[in-house]
């Protein structure tokens, strides 16, 4: 019960196979009131706790019942919320659980499109799945927590670096790279990364590596393809909405490009002045005037 009331107590310190250490997550319910329940359920038995901040600003555990349960074991931690509040409860909420490998079941979202919320439309993902593109933020995720990748912090050179530009390119698109507990440093509050050599090695040397394969899985989506006139639409649907597809395209087309059948897929259209006779029958019609 201490490590819910005091600062400085944790179970998991030392390990990178579990997520947490920092001791802070399990008080922050202190963040926003004065009090909060803990359900504890062992052997067919709730045990309930009240954690409270007492009058001298020192944190305490308080049992308030024992009763048998069905419940399987595990922790209960109960927060009051505000009505007014609640809106941005489940705000918070989305944009944390959507990162979650195995999402947690949510109550009382009745009414809301929560599926739809926690979900991002993947355009492209490595084949061992350590990395998306998802048309949103760049993040670096670590035990299930997200932190924005800060382009300045990188210290990435725009104007000189044909490599830098291209990693900028990737983090305009919106790279969502996961990462190993331990393999990035984070600040204190878990809010953002600490970048350290290590933390800045790491993720140059990660989008390093998925510029070198951006081209590769490009080129795979459009072999089931089974015509050019297929591959050109798949071309627009990837590269032709807005800054991201913009984003992409300069990356691909900067490494190796896409083929489809051995021709390089280089836009949307076709261009048939290039065309000879023998090659294809062009039809065109026109709507007369009037009609």
């Not at 062992?42 to 007492?54: C, E, L, M, R």
Request: overall charge neutral; glycine content about 8%; aromatic content about 12%.
């Amino acid at each position: 019960s201490q490590v819910y009331a005091m600062y400085g107590e944790s179970t998991n310190g030392g390990t990178n196979d579990q997520i947490g250490q920092l001791v802070l997550v399990c008080k922050s319910a202190f963040a926003y009131g004065d009090n909060f329940i803990i359900n504890s359920y062992v052997k067919g038995t709730k045990t309930s706790y009240n954690a409270f901040i007492d009058p001298s600003q020192v944190g305490r555990i308080s049992k308030l019942s024992e009763e048998k349960s069905k419940e399987s074991c595990g922790i209960e931690i109960v927060i009051p919320v505000k009505m007014d509040d609640v809106d941005e409860f489940y705000t918070k909420a989305v944009n944390l659980f959507k990162y979650f490998k195995i999402c947690p079941t949510i109550k009382g979202a009745s009414g809301r499109n929560l599926e739809d919320d926690l979900s991002e439309k993947i355009v492209i993902e490595s084949n061992d799945k350590s990395w998306q593109l998802t048309d949103g933020n760049a993040v670096a995720i670590m035990g299930n927590i997200a932190y924005e990748i800060d382009n300045y912090a990188l210290n990435l050179s725009w104007s000189s670096d044909a490599t830098d530009r291209l990693l900028y390119e990737l983090l305009n698109a919106g790279i969502r790279l996961h990462c190993k507990i331990g393999e990035l440093d984070i600040a204190a509050s878990r809010e953002a990364l600490q970048y350290t050599d290590q933390t800045k090695g790491v993720l140059i040397n990660r989008l390093k590596d998925c510029i070198k394969e951006l081209p590769d899985l490009f080129t795979e989506r459009f072999k089931v393809c089974k015509t050019l006139w297929e591959a050109k639409l798949l071309y627009k649907d990837f590269f032709s909405h807005g800054g991201f597809g913009s984003h992409v395209k300069n990356i691909v087309e900067k490494r190796k490009g896409v083929f489809w059948n051995g021709i390089a897929v280089t836009d949307s259209h076709f261009t048939f002045t290039h065309f000879k006779s023998e090659d294809a029958k062009v039809i065109r019609f026109a709507k007369k005037h009037g009609y």
